[in-house]
């Protein structure tokens, strides 16, 4: 929990490198919480190499998650990178989707 944190404040500072090299030092596996405030940090400072990462470390995780694929999809829209990664992908409906984030 608390690398949750920490890698929150860095990136909502902008300290996106710092928060990144965190993630990857921890002892475990970050989980999609992590990513998911990493890569909503990543908007603001329009960071599109560390949110890439972010964004296919994410979806890996969750693929299922109907509401993260939005998340990526708008993310993508608002630099104008409409069909990129994983937030692009086209929905079906043979798909069984979830809708929590959590």
């Known amino acids: 929990m608390h690398y949750a944190c920490l890698i929150e404040l860095l990136a909502c500072a902008g300290c996106l490198d710092e928060a990144f090299k965190l993630i990857k030092e921890m002892p475990f596996e970050p989980s999609k919480s992590i990513?998911?405030?990493?890569?909503?940090?990543c908007r603001p400072y329009g960071n599109?190499?560390?949110?890439?990462?972010?964004?296919k470390k994410l979806a890996e995780l969750e693929s299922d998650n109907v509401l993260i694929m939005l998340l990526l999809?708008?993310?993508?829209a608002e630099v104008g990178r409409h069909g990129d990664g994983a937030g692009g992908?086209?929905?079906?409906?043979?798909r069984e989707w979830t809708y929590g984030v959590g």
């Open 35 to 41: 990513w998911g405030s990493f890569l909503t940090c």
């Open 48 to 55: 599109l190499e560390l949110s890439d990462i972010a964004d």
């Open 73 to 76: 999809s708008t993310l993508h």
């Open 89 to 94: 992908e086209v929905m079906t409906n043979e």
